[in-house]
T-cell receptor, first 118, second 115 residues
Framework: AQSVAQPEDQVNVAEGNPLTVKCTYSVSGNPYLFWYVQYPNRGLQFLLKYITGDNLVKGSYGFEAEFNKSQTSFHLKKPSALVSDSALYFCAVRDRRNYGGSQGNLIFGKGTKLSVKP | NAGVTQTPKFQVLKTGQSMTLQCAQDMNHNSMYWYRQDPGMGLRLIYYSASEGTTDKGEVPNGYNVSRLNKREFSLRLESAAPSQTSVYFC??????????????FGQGTRLTVV
């Protein structure tokens, strides 16, 4: 079965410092990996995805994520955090091999609340 | 650009009442989804529709029904609401291709309270 773990409920960072939001996954086959962000009282917005190729993926708002197959991780990073980055971040996975029907749909982690202080 | 539109944004129901959550997308996407979001639980898939006329159960389908009315619209119905269905409901859509590598676009959510 597919699963996603975000081990930190909350990450606190000072503005200007680098940030990392952690994500590990478990799938039977090869994964498609996604990061979404949710601002208060809003829907989820797509940030970036890993499909294949370069393990470092760049996305919206200066975020990037590194796919590590041996560690089954896909951590979200940003070199310099902004107060406006404060939000709830979700990692999601889809197993390529099981695509189709409900088994092939996105499985989300529980979310990590990022708080960036001035 | 409307994207994915959900109605209503807020709703309070009494236990046993029924209601339908509406969702429409204008991006010509094949696939549509209903998720619920609960604190500490992330998003859990309720139902999924790969294309017009097809629906599949997700992780938590009990107590819900869906209708894919046409390519644009995908509704979620609670026949007899229960307090356990108090949640925030999100509709989403995506392009469907054979690889499954496309991202989903989400609506703004419906905050439902069942008392």
């Amino acid at each position: 079965a597919q699963s996603v773990a975000q081990p930190e409920d909350q990450v606190n960072v000072a503005e200007g410092n680098p940030l990392t939001v952690k994500c590990t996954y478990s799938v039977s086959g090869n994964p498609y990996l996604f990061w979404y962000v949710q601002y208060p009282n809003r829907g989820l917005q797509f940030l970036l995805k890993y499909i294949t190729g370069d393990n470092l993926v760049k996305g919206s708002y200066g975020f990037e994520a590194e796919f590590n197959k041996s560690q089954t991780s896909f951590h979200l990073k940003k070199p310099s955090a902004l107060v406006s980055d404060s939000a709830l971040y979700f990692c999601a996975v889809r197993d390529r091999r099981n695509y189709g029907g409900s088994q092939g749909n996105l499985i989300f982690g529980k979310g990590t609340k990022l708080s960036v202080k001035p | 650009n409307a994207g994915v539109t959900q109605t209503p944004k807020f709703q309070v129901l009494k236990t046993g009442q029924s209601m339908t959550l509406q969702c429409a997308q204008d991006m010509n996407h094949n696939s549509m989804y209903w998720y619920r979001q609960d604190p500490g639980m992330g998003l859990r898939l309720i139902y999924y529709s790969a294309s017009e006329g097809t629906t599949d159960k997700g992780e938590v389908p009990n107590g819900y029904n869906v209708s894919r009315l046409n390519k644009r619209e995908f509704s979620l119905r609670l026949e007899s609401a229960a307090p356990s269905q108090t949640s925030v409901y999100f509709c989403a859509s995506s392009v469907q291709n054979e690889r499954g590598d496309t991202e989903a676009f989400f609506g703004q959510g419906t905050r439902l309270t069942v008392v």
